[in-house]
């Protein structure tokens, strides 16, 4: 059974950082897609970044690419969002998600099989 748990959101003023952790159990890195959605209120999911297995290819959507960095470590089995130069509009409540199998880019993140509870991340100017 998958089961995601993130960790690390909070507070902070515009221009720090945050480094989320997601926890995963019942997936293996070699074989599932993982990757960071967000969604604010009232507004669309959006793909953050994702890591491609096997190869750890990461992709990121354009509105973070440069400031975000996905990671994951295999022995931990814990994946990563570190979040630099945050912006207001970073401000989302922020979901890890894992999929079996190969997708390439982070749009297509919102739609993995499973997600975790989200964590809420603010970002005030």
């Known amino acids: 059974q998958v089961q995601l748990v993130e960790s690390g959101g909070g507070s902070v003023q515009a221009g720090g950082s945050l480094r989320l952790s997601c926890a995963a159990s019942?997936?293996?890195?070699?074989?599932?897609?993982m990757g960071w959605f967000r969604q604010a209120p009232g507004k669309e999911r959006e793909g953050v970044a994702s890591i491609r297995p096997g190869s750890g290819r990461t992709y990121y959507a354009d509105s973070v690419k440069g400031r975000f960095t996905i990671s994951q470590d295999s022995a931990k089995f814990t994946v990563y969002l570190q979040m630099n130069s945050l912006k207001p509009e970073d401000t989302a409540m922020y979901y890890c998600?894992?999929?079996?199998?190969?997708?390439?880019?982070?749009?297509?993140?919102?739609?993995?099989?499973?997600r975790g509870q989200g964590t809420q991340v603010t970002v005030s100017s």
């Open positions: 998600a894992a999929h079996r199998g190969v997708y390439v880019g982070a749009t297509s993140v919102p739609d993995f099989n499973y």
């Open positions: 019942g997936v293996t890195f070699s074989s599932y897609s």
